[in-house]
Structures are given as C-alpha cells and as structure tokens.
C-alpha cells in the first residue's frame, strides 16, 4: 500500500489486472512486444505466490520482466506473520536475480540492478522482495551499491576459430539446414540468419518460440519442427548432415528423442554447430560438435564473412516443398469434408482476415499447435505464446499486454475455450484500458490436446478432458461490454474479424470446434523420432530422403 500510495497524483499509471497471473503474462506480451522489460507489483503472501506461474513461463521462454512483492515487516520474519511467505525462496530457481531489500538505502539501487540483469544477455524475470517496513522508511540520502557478477550474465565475443570451423563445415554441407530459436529474436539476428539462408541455399526450420523470428513468405523458411511442427521442417532436420542450431535450447518437443541425433553427431554423419548466449546451454541436451557461446547477431555476422556461397544440388529443397505441397493437399480435403470449423482452414481464414502486422497470440492446446502449423508470420515478433511452459490462460493477460505496447498495431488472440476461460476475468481491462483486442475462441468443448492423447495413447479413456455447454461466450462477452458473435460460415468468420481488427474495435468469436475431427496432425508421438511423424490421411510421403 505504501509503494502504490507513492505514485497518487504521478505521472506512472498502474494498470491493474484482476488476477496477479493475468499481470505476468501481460508483462510478457507487453516484453515480446516492445523489447523492454515491464514491472508487475503485487502484494505478499498469496500476491507473490500467484505470479509464480508467470515467472516460470517467462524464465523458460526468457522473457524479461522485474516483479515486486510486497512482504511483511522484517521484525517479525520467521514467525508466521500474516500473509508471510519465503518468497524469495519459492522463486530463486526460476528467475535470474532475486532480492530481499533489507535497508532503505538499498531499495533504489536493487531496482535498478534488477531492471539491468533481465536484459543482460539472455532475457529473463527478475524480483525485488519489499518488506513493509522498508517501505514506510524514509528515503535515505544516499544509495548502497548491490554488488552482482554481471559478467556471469554477458557472452564473450564469438570465438574466430570456432567460426571458422563452422563456415568450413557449412560449404562442405549438401545438405544444411538452420535451426532458428527464441533467441534469433531476442538478439535482433533475423537479417543475418535470411542472409546466411540465401548465401548457402539452406532451409529454415524453428523452434516454437523461433517461429516469431522468420518471416514465413520468405522462400527458404520450412516452418518450425517437434511435436507438432510442420513434417517439412521436421523432415529437414531428419535428413540433414550439417545442422546450425542458433539461438536454442534443444527442447524435446522440436526433437522428439535425441537418440537420434547423438548418434548422428558421435559417428560423424551430422555436423552440429550450436550458437547460444547461455554457455549453460551448450552440450546440456546433445554435444555439439562446434559450441558457440556468444551473441546470435554477433557470432552470425562474424560467419557471414567466413562463408561463401556455393553450388548445391536443389533436390534436397524440392523434396521438402513437395512435402508442404502434400500436406496441404490433404488438409484442404480434410478441412472441406468437415461439417463444422475446422481449425486448419479457420486459422488460414484469420490469416487472410488479419492486417500483415498483426500481433497474434494463443492460448494453450489444441488451437495452439494449430497455430503453430498454419498460422503465418510476416513481421519478426508478431507471433506470441507459451512455448517452455504450456501455460493454459496465457492468451487473453498476453494480447492486453501486446496491445499496450502497441496500441495502434491490432492484436489476435488465438484461444481455446479450455485456455480461455482460466483468464476471461481480465477482459474488464479491454473497455477500462482501452485495449481492443479481438479473441477468437477455438470453441470444441474439450481440452483438446489432452484428450487427442486419450484417445490414441490411452485407448480412448476420456476423462476429465470435457466440458459441458456452460458458459455461454456471448453473454460472458456482453458482460463485459464487448461485442460478440457466433460465425456460422467461413465467410462470416473473415467478415466479423476483418472489421473489428481494420476499425480496432474489441471482438469476441465464438467458433464451433467439432471435437472429434480436431486431431492435430502431424504429430511426433513422445519419445518418437521425427521421421515418425503421424502424417494426416491422403498424405503418403515418407520422410526419409533417399535423394543422395
């Protein structure tokens, strides 16, 4: 109370949410946005317990961010006080730097340090612990210093030789491929990693998170592998016998198991080059055979003038783009035959519905790995979601924190209604704010992706995974002052979106999903390798390249 008693009559607006996971998550869409960190404050005990949630999901998908808890008074710490809780505690593990102002004199500069280290190198959450005692002391005249090792936290300059071994496996390669992550984005890298494609001839593929990085109409960009990525993304990383990781912590979800791979590297038959900020990073899933800790944008400049372009037989490139061909070959017929939305086809329709600078964000499930396949990026940080954490509810807090650091650009929210309905409290910020987003609710009554595995892992065992009728969307949209519909055709769909995001106007869409043909495909199975990838039906293609 008396931090926020301090900004009455400032000229810092607090923008309040109605749940404090709401605020993390709109501190990160706000972050992905704008490049910079925003502040969340909230109040002890239970305040400091529920942004824990957003503090995991921002540290897995380095996300900066500083929060501030409010704590009890340092006099009675360890005695249970009222609304006492060990946060510092709770959240060293998920966060790069925490700290318990304990003096008056520290509280400014704690501020600062903390502010300063969720940029430093590689972005993620910070938090300032406040007790109230601190807080109603007066100001002190001078500052302590807070003394941290900042240089545990900057990357040392691209090693020369490192790079030039990498160059020289890259021109050798005939069949390299670049594997882009979160971290192309965050270093600003995308010019470098387009040049590089075009100078060498060798596709994109993604991560999740590095889906936002590339911009989808360029020609070489194969879409973003794993779990549910595209099968000619996860195809090229398959087949490939040079692979530059950039930017990427080698998730299982983009690899499936890494078997595969660790034998390929060990034997000699791939080449891994693995660029990262985070020395951390490095070998901790798969030893690569180059490790590169530096700078994205730095460490791919230095390689652009090692590397040379070169002949390369186009074969491998037309096998992966008559894979795509397929594939959307056969979702087009799925897609038709469907009686109700289906979701390939209504994200294609959004798509065409939706400004080229849109900023989209999803929720988590089903609709998101949707997005993730057909959902098509034109401008590097236009495509936002809970990749490391998978965090249900991230959808709505996320676009009310994109549209307030860009509030002339519009903003898609990509939700399902399971992910929905965990933040739909926050849509009172849309008319209090001012912050028109529009939400198209992925609507099949069923936590989707759940229960895709039920029925193919579990021998159809649904449990737990449905939902009834209630509530209706409409009204909870009407309760909150925005205008809602319910499209009946693919038609009415692009219509109502288009105007709403052309006029910025806040819009809900309730899209009805038949559940029992909203099968996410292609799928890597857990613990499969990506050749293995389910394939959806009519697409008979191997992803095995048997070309050379």
Known sequence: MTLYDALYGQEVEPILFRHEQGAMHAAEGYARV??????????SGPGATNIVTGLTNAYMDSTPLVAITGQVATSIFGRDGFQETDIPGVVTPITKFVYQVRKPSEATAAFKTAYEISILGRPGPTLIDLPRDIQIAAAPEGEDRIVVNREKFIPPPPDPDKIRIAAKYLAEAK??????????????????????????YAPIVSTLPGKAAVPHD???YMGPAGMHGRAEADAALANADVILAVGTRFSDRTWGRFKELIDSVNSGRVKLIHIDVDKSEISKNVKPTVGIVADAK?????????VHSSARDQRFMSWLLEIRRKYEEA???????????????????????APRDTIAVT????????AEIAWEVYEPGSFITSAGLGTM????????????????RPVLCIDGDGSFQMTMNNLSLVRDYNLPIVVVIFDNRALQLVKQWQVYLYQNRIIATEFSKRPDFLKIAEA?????VKPESYRDLEIAVARALKNNEPLIVDMTIDSESDIVLPWVKPGDWLTSAVLPQGMDVKLTYEGY
């Open 393 to 408: 509810g991230f959808c709505i807090p996320a676009a009310l924190g994109a549209k307030l650091a860009a509030p002339n």
């Open 298 to 306: 730095e460490a791919l400049d230095m390689l652009l003038r090692y």
């Open 480 to 484: 909150y002052d925005i205008d809602a």
């Open 175 to 200: 069949r390299p491929v670049i594997l882009v992550g979160g971290g192309v984005l965050w270093s600003g890298a995308t010019p470098e990693v387009l040049e590089l494609s075009k100078l060498i």
């Open 331 to 353: 979702m087009a017929k799925i897609a038709d035959s469907t009686p109700a939305f289906h979701p390939w086809k209504a994200l294609k329709v959004l798509r065409a519905a």
């Open 34 to 43: 704008s490049g910079k960190p925003a502040v969340v404050a909230v109040t």
């Open 363 to 370: 929720g988590v499930g089903s609709h998101q790995m949707w």
């Open 218 to 220: 360029f020609p070489l």
